[in-house]
């Protein structure tokens, strides 16, 4: 069985920093691009970035750019997401999802498998 495993939300002031970790299991996704999405309260989910399947390719949505830094363990079968200078509107519930293919993608629908989630809350 196929499960995703957010970790390391939390509660942080503004201009701190967080560390998400996803953990795959059930199957390897080393040929599969990885991406993280964000869903705000009352808002629809958000592609926030995404990594193809050797790491080569990445890809941000533009209010994260320069802050997250996204990467990824194949042999650990991990992907993480490193977020810098936090700001309040950056408060979501994060998920990570693998693609379908190998490469990046921004449309939620184009990922097969996602993760339970991991709230992330920005203080101002």
């Known amino acids: 069985q196929v499960q995703l495993v957010e970790s390391g939300g939390g509660l942080v002031q503004a201009g701190g920093s967080l560390r998400l970790s996803c953990a795959a299991s059930?199957?390897?996704?080393?040929?599969?691009?990885m991406g993280w999405f964000r869903q705000a309260p009352g808002k629809e989910r958000e592609f926030v970035a995404a990594?193809?399947?050797?790491?080569?390719?990445?890809y941000y949505a533009d209010p994260v750019k320069g802050r997250f830094t996204i990467s990824r363990d194949n042999a650990k079968n991990m992907v993480y997401l490193q977020m810098n200078s936090l700001k309040p509107e950056d408060t979501a519930v994060y998920f990570c999802a693998v693609a379908r293919g190998s490469t990046w993608n921004v449309l939620a629908y184009e990922y097969d498998y996602w993760g339970q989630g991991t709230q992330v809350t920005v203080s101002s």
């Open positions: 059930g199957r390897t996704f080393s040929s599969h691009g």
């Open positions: 990594i193809s399947w050797s790491g080569g390719s990445i």
